[in-house]
């Protein structure tokens, strides 16, 4: 059975730092792997999507990497914001969906 | 990319009440699950919804609590019958897009408050 598990499950950062996200899973047969971001009591919005043939996606001041063979993923965020305050999940796919536990993001101003 | 609707956004309902909710995705899609997400917690899957027949629901879940429909491929409905404070939650809908990058998308969920 898939387990996906992200650290750190908490952070907070002054504005303008550099940070990275990680999210490891145990079983490296996926389709695809795929970061989210929720604000707090909304839906999931769609980051990055990293198919199991690529290894990186970059979006603007993200950037998702993705290592199966050693079965972890990065989100990496440049120049954060007090904008980009909200809990990012990662969720891996293969014969079904395995969610992260979520790293909940605090920028300072 | 899908754009998911889910409706109603909120509601506060009476104990023993049931509710339904509706999702409504703007385009093909192949998958369509339905999650539950309570306080401060990662979503549970509740059940994936097919297309025409009986859901499949995910441990801890059952039919007459959660009865489930899908009539065609763009749109499916999630009752919460008989409702209790427990049932209080956010319940969000999504789907797996219908192009090969198997893209997952989320509405932008239904928050639940039971008295």
């Known amino acids: 059975k898939q387990e996906v598990t992200q650290i750190p499950a908490a952070l907070s950062v002054p504005e303008g730092e550099n940070l990275v996200l990680n999210c490891s899973f145990t079983?490296?047969?996926?389709?695809?792997l795929q970061w989210f971001r929720q604000d707090p009591g909304k839906g999931l919005t769609s980051l990055l999507l990293?198919?199991?043939?690529?290894r990186e996606q970059t979006s603007g001041r993200l950037n998702a990497s993705l290592d199966k063979s050693s079965g972890r993923s990065t989100l990496y965020i440049a120049a954060s914001q007090p904008g980009d305050s909200a809990t990012y999940l990662c969720?891996?796919?293969?014969?079904?969906?395995?969610f992260g536990g979520g790293t909940r993001l605090m920028v300072k101003p | 990319s899908a754009v998911i609707s889910q409706k109603p956004s909120r509601d506060i309902c009476q104990r023993g009440t049931s509710l339904t909710i509706q999702c409504q995705v703007d385009?093909?899609?192949?998958?369509m699950f339905w999650y539950r997400q309570q306080p401060g917690q990662s979503l549970t899957l509740i059940a994936t919804?097919?297309?025409?027949?009986?859901?499949?629901?995910e441990s801890g879940f059952v039919i007459d609590k959660f009865p489930i429909s899908r009539p065609n491929l763009t749109f499916s409905t999630l009752t919460v019958s008989n409702m209790s404070p427990e049932d209080s939650s956010i319940y969000l809908c999504?789907?797996?897009?219908?192009?090969?990058?198997?893209?997952?998308?989320f509405g932008e969920g239904s928050r639940l408050t039971v008295l």
């Open positions: 999504s789907a797996i897009g219908a192009d090969f990058s198997r893209e997952l998308f």
């Open positions: 990293i198919q199991s043939s690529q």
């Open positions: 919804a097919n297309q025409g027949s009986e859901a499949t629901y």
């Open positions: 079983d490296s047969a996926i389709y695809n």
């Open positions: 969720a891996s796919q293969g014969n079904m969906l395995t």
């Open positions: 385009s093909q899609v192949t998958m």
